[in-house]
């Protein structure tokens, strides 16, 4: 079994809907909780970041981390056709070193 | 200003033969990172090195894989005897000490035949 399975969807949704996506871990000496966005043949950029349970919102985007489920999730709101990407979580149980991730939601946003 | 590169962009080689692939990561970035992300799949951590040194070597999957930074600027992944399951994208990041922030360049495709 791996430490982090992610639904690797893919996911379709029509331009202004809001887009859940979730990962679960088993691992739980795992603190520190990423997203990255993906595009076609793009390296991942990194969208959020949360350190421990809790939530985080930047802009359209909010992070939610649920550290006694091992589940963590990523909304986006009023989803716009430039949101259509892969979405990776990814964790680690330091600030610094190997992050471990999903395999990746593939999303698009239809105009 | 200029962000992590990669090359060569693609490479293409036969079974057997060694390949070496190149990061130059973000000027002042002390940290670097080697993944690779098979085909529909999330990425895989091969190594981290903090300035010259590899503190965490896990994730490298044999001894054919191997790699080297020079001070804390380029690094090489060296990959010997090439077999047909190393076909992946090959992907370097980079980070300020400390920084939970990542950089990741657009990766290498390497294709063995």
């Known amino acids: 079994q791996k430490e982090v399975e992610q639904d690797p969807g893919p996911l379709s949704v029509p331009e202004g809907a809001i887009v859940s996506l979730n990962c679960t871990y088993s691992?739980?000496?795992?603190?520190?909780f990423m997203w990255y966005r993906q595009y076609s043949r793009k390296g991942p950029e990194l969208l959020m970041y949360?350190?421990?349970?809790g939530n985080k919102e930047d802009g359209r985007f909010t992070a939610q981390v649920d550290k006694s489920s091992k589940y963590i999730s990523l909304f986006i709101r009023d989803s716009q056709p430039s949101d259509s990407a892969t979405y990776l979580c990814?964790?680690?149980?330091?600030?610094?070193?190997?992050?471990?991730f999903g395999d990746g939601t593939t999303l698009t946003v239809k105009p | 200003g200029a962000g992590v590169s990669q090359s060569p962009s693609n490479k293409v080689t036969e079974k057997g033969k060694d390949v070496e692939l190149r990061c130059d990561p973000i000027?002042?970035?002390?940290?670097l990172y080697w993944y690779r992300q098979r085909l529909g799949q999330g990425l895989e951590f091969l190594i981290y090195?903090?300035?010259?040194?590899?503190?965490?070597k896990s994730g490298l999957p044999s001894d054919r894989f191997s790699a080297e930074r020079t001070g804390e600027s380029v690094s090489t992944l060296t990959i010997q005897r090439t077999q047909q399951e190393d076909s992946a994208v090959y992907l370097c990041?980079?980070?300020?000490?400390?920084?939970?922030?990542?950089?990741f360049g657009p990766g290498t495709r390497l294709l063995v035949l």
């Open positions: 990041a980079s980070s300020l000490q400390g920084e939970e922030t990542q950089y």
């Open positions: 691992n739980s000496a795992f603190q520190y």
């Open positions: 949360t350190y421990s349970s």
């Open positions: 990814a964790m680690r149980n330091t600030n610094a070193g190997k992050s471990t």
């Open positions: 000027s002042g970035h002390t940290a």
């Open positions: 090195f903090q300035g010259n040194s590899a503190p965490d």
